[in-house]
């Protein structure tokens, strides 16, 4: 099992950048593919951003493309998402994923059914 934990949230006005954190630990080895999802109240969880351990290709939901970049250190075990040009309706809370089946995992789930294993979420905020 992978443990994962997120950090970086908090509150920014709209224009201004995050750097969201995820470090894993334990069966790491296991790990093939990281990624981000969001989820606010009442809503489904959406994915945001992708990207494989090995080959470092990335996928991204359209509506962040160009502003977020994820990215990530094997040798430290720990994925990032940089977030630029931030906007209100990117408040939500925001979860790290890791998955032993590679990117399609992410690619084949809008909403992250079936993915391996959850960090516990880290709030974001975007001031209007």
């Known amino acids: 099992q992978v443990q994962l934990v997120e950090s970086g949230g908090g509150l920014v006005q709209a224009g201004g950048s995050l750097r969201l954190s995820c470090a894993a630990s334990g069966r790491t080895f296991s790990s093939s593919a990281m990624g981000w999802f969001r989820q606010g109240p009442g809503k489904e969880r959406e994915f945001v951003a992708a990207i494989s351990r090995s080959t470092g290709i990335t996928s991204y939901a359209d509506s962040v493309k160009g502003r977020f970049t994820i990215s990530r250190d094997n040798a430290k075990n720990t994925m990032y998402l940089q977030m630029n040009n931030l906007r209100h309706e990117n408040t939500d809370v925001y979860y790290c994923?890791?998955?032993?089946?590679?990117?399609?995992?992410?690619?084949?789930?809008?909403?992250?059914?079936?993915?391996?294993?959850w960090g516990q979420g880290t709030q974001v905020t975007v001031s209007s």
């Open positions: 994923a890791d998955d032993s089946r590679g990117l399609y995992a992410f690619q084949k789930s809008a909403t992250g059914t079936g993915i391996g294993a």
